[in-house]
């Protein structure tokens, strides 16, 4: 029986030279076929997965490409605002889309996305919370977008209620004092005199008293 031959036995050249003459969308399934043919073709380019995105391939699957990690994403891994108007596909700006990943934390270049920043995810608004640094729904008060995530937002709102308290809390103690100086001032106001005149009156006693004795003393003598 002769030895059967693969596609694996072919040397890595004759298997460039296949790779080359398919379209990008063949040549990335040759690709996937196995761990081989992974190691031996060459990942597609930026430029081949935005052909592969406009094949029926591409629609059916709604699949997009990603200019940063140059790799075909579904959908949902794109912010809204990624996958329509100019960066939709075929539009003039697909070329700089970039997937959530890459825009939060990418894996070399810089992250496109800053602290605070909305992003609209299947119509509902995340953000990159400046407090936890997570990438969750972000809070939104009168219809406006904070920065905050809903978290962090809920916390800060705990801590705001029992600030409240202890500032209401506080001016409940701040009144107290001057009721006491009031009740002290008036306190003061009664006992005072009534002291000096104890005073006055014992005063006069005492000097009575002296008298006395001054004069009991002298005729005694
Ligand atoms: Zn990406
Ligand atoms: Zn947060």
Redesign the pocket.
């Known amino acids: 029986m002769a030895p059967t031959t693969t596609i694996h036995d072919l040397p890595t050249e004759l298997i460039w030279e296949i790779a080359e003459n398919l379209d990008a969308l063949s040549r990335m399934h040759l690709r996937q076929s196995c761990v081989d043919m992974n190691k031996r073709i060459y990942p597609p380019t930026h430029k081949e997965l935005i052909e592969i995105e406009n094949t029926p391939y591409g629609y059916e699957r709604g699949l997009f490409a990603c200019a940063n990690c140059i790799r075909l994403l579904p959908k949902e891994m794109f912010a809204d605002n990624m996958t329509v108007q100019k960066r939709a596909k075929r539009g003039t700006g697909s070329i700089t889309r970039f997937c959530l990943e890459c825009g939060i934390h990418p894996v070399q270049s810089r992250p496109r996305y800053n602290a605070g920043d909305h992003i609209i995810v299947k119509g509902k608004m995340f953000?990159i919370?400046?407090?936890?640094?997570?990438f969750?729904e972000g809070k939104k008060q009168k219809g406006k977008g904070q920065s905050?995530?809903l978290?962090?937002?809920d916390l800060r709102s705990e801590f705001d209620q029992e600030t409240a308290t202890n500032e209401r809390k506080i001016l409940d103690n701040l009144a107290f004092p001057p009721l006491c100086v009031s009740y002290l001032l008036n306190s003061l106001c009664i006992f005072i005199p009534m002291y000096i005149n104890r005073w006055i009156e014992e005063i006069k006693q005492l000097q009575v008293a002296m008298k006395c004795e001054e004069e009991y003393g002298s005729n005694q003598i």
Do not use: M, R
């Open positions: 953000v919370c400046p407090k936890c640094d997570g969750k905050e995530c978290d962090c937002w």
